[in-house]
């Protein structure tokens, strides 16, 4: 049994797969989770060709069963959980009188309610790490639009800086036991979720790498448990917060 394990939501690709292949770097074990099985599929693979120790969970997240498997695999496979990356999250923009009712309550259950489920459902796991290593780290993809609501992305804005509160308050929770949060949040990001920033004249190489964001979280592990980073921005230069 691995000495430190991990899971990390919205794997396939992206921030999530950048993570994902930090922390196998770093030793941890992994349980990768997202919605479509055959880019998951090929995500794992391609980290187990590095010689990482990786269970993939293709689950639909907006539901509480599909949370509750994930978690349950992850015990099963890996007996111990110390890092708890909760990225995936989805982004639908519409001005405010064209907002679906179906779009609208993707976001809320992706992007937030599938966040507090996996912290109601790893919080024990959390707990043991914490007492046996003094601290367990949980990451939380927040966004830019968590700090300043943009317009278009209203929904997606308004779920990133829930996603900043509920850090500011699990912190407040669960910190004193040991178990750390950290909200990130940045700007655009080189992933194929930007291609509309991307077919608007933000191009590829003036954006954020995945790369900044892994290495970010590598620092997180990196810190003593007495260090608590609640929350860290990531701005593109010029693009003043």
């Not at 949980?138 to 900043?164: D, E, P």
């Not at 191009?203 to 954020?208: K, P, S, T």
């Amino acid at each position: 049994m691995a000495q430190r394990a991990a899971i990390v939501t919205g794997a396939s690709s992206g921030i999530g797969l950048a993570i994902a292949r930090m922390l196998g770097e770093e030793g941890y074990a992994l349980t990768l989770a997202a919605r479509r099985p055959d880019k998951l599929s090929d995500a794992a693979e391609s980290l187990r060709a590095d010689g990482f120790d990786v269970l993939d969970v293709a689950a639909a997240l907006s539901e509480e069963d599909a949370v509750q498997q994930v978690v349950a695999a992850h015990r099963e496979r890996h007996g111990r959980l110390d890092v708890l990356v909760n990225n995936a999250g989805v982004g639908i923009g519409a001005p405010v009188g064209e907002i679906q009712t179906k779009r609208l309550d993707m976001q809320l259950d992706v992007n937030l309610r599938a966040i507090v489920l996996f912290y109601r459902e790893c919080v024990e796991l959390l707990r043991a790490a914490a007492q046996e290593h003094g601290t367990a780290q949980v990451v939380n993809t927040a966004s830019i639009s968590g700090k300043r609501g943009q317009a278009w992305l209203s929904v997606y804005s308004a779920t990133k800086a829930g996603v900043v509160g509920w850090t500011e308050a699990m912190n407040k929770e669960l910190a004193p036991e040991g178990i750390k949060s950290c909200a990130l949040c940045p700007a655009f990001v080189d992933t194929p979720m930007t291609d509309f920033a991307k077919a608007g004249g933000v191009a590829a190489e003036q954006m954020i790498t995945t790369v900044d964001i892994a290495e970010s979280v590598r620092l997180l592990l990196k810190v003593s448990p007495m260090c608590l980073i609640p929350e860290i921005i990531f701005e593109r230069p010029g693009d003043a917060l």
